[in-house]
Every structure is written in structure tokens, then in C-alpha cells.
């Protein structure tokens, strides 16, 4: 119940705790954004993808491109320690299966992938005609008044 003095940051902080805690508890689905973070950035003439994929193997691994939705798919190792006995597990044990919708063009035939030191990166330049360029700005001429 609403009073005139009830404090609407206690709503908002109670939403964004249910929003965390909804998070976690996805994070163990393939097709999550709760899985690992996608760091995504444009760099101008290309758009970068870095995501943490620590114990995977560049077998474990496939990037696909088609038309404009990129997709990430990894098998997160299962491997348990001789003599450990797992007690916490809180990375997701299953995979990762991520559709990331481009918002511009890209060119194919240049996307690259390369997996270094458990970070997942993904190169991919921008379509000729999606690169950003400048647009020369002429002057109009003068209407002669009659």
C-alpha cells in the first residue's frame, strides 16, 4: 500500500536484488544472458566481441555469421579435480549459446576469431558501405527575388 511517505527507492532497490537473483539463477541455461559476459564494443571500422571462456579449447569453440545475427557457441569443460569433491559451483557447467543481433553490416569473408589465454575474441570489420564517413555539406545558392 502507497503512502505519502513511502520510499520508492526501496521499490527500485527490491527490483534490481529480484533482477540479480533472477540472473543466477539462469546463469546455468545455454541460451542465458546470465551465462559469460559479452564485453562489445565499436571500434570504428570494425566491432570487437570479447567474452571469458576460461578451460576452453579452440575445438570447443564455433562463431557463425549469418546476415546480420553472430553466434557464439562454447562447451564449458566438465572436467572435476582427482581427489576434490566439488562443494560450490557457480559457473555455468553446460555451454554457452549466445545470438548476438549486429547493428550494422559486417564483412564476412574478414570476421576472425581468435581464443588467447581463456578470453574469446571476434573481429569483424564493417561492410564497405556501412563504415561511418564523413558527408561534405555544400552551400545552396541564393533564391533571386523577383
Known amino acids: 500500500m502507497l503512502s505519502p511517505f513511502f520510499d520508492f527507492t526501496d521499490r527500485f532497490n527490491w527490483m534490481d536484488s529480484f533482477e540479480r537473483d533472477l540472473g543466477r539463477l539462469r546463469a546455468g ?19 570487437l566481441f570479447f567474452v571469458d571462456l576460461p578451460g576452453v579449447t579452440e575445438q570447443d569453440v564455433e562463431v557463425t ?15 572435476q579435480r582427482e581427489g576434490y569433491r566439488l562443494v560450490r559451483a557457480e559457473r555455468a557447467a553446460t555451454g554457452l549459446h549466445r545470438q548476438i543481433e549486429l547493428p550494422v553490416r559486417v564483412d564476412g569473408a574478414g570476421v ?8 574469446l575474441e571476434v ?19 541564393p533564391v533571386a527575388s523577383a
Open 65 to 79: 555469421l549469418e546476415g546480420d545475427v553472430l553466434t557464439l557457441k562454447a562447451q564449458l569443460p566438465k572436467k
Open 112 to 119: 576472425v576469431a581468435t581464443l588467447r589465454d581463456g578470453v
Open 29 to 47: 541455461r545455454t541460451n542465458s544472458p546470465g551465462g559469460p559476459p559479452i564485453y562489445f564494443r565499436d571500434a570504428g571500422s570494425e566491432l
Open 123 to 141: 573481429r569483424a570489420p564493417k561492410a564497405a558501405d556501412a563504415a561511418p564517413r564523413k558527408i561534405p555539406v555544400v552551400g545552396a545558392k
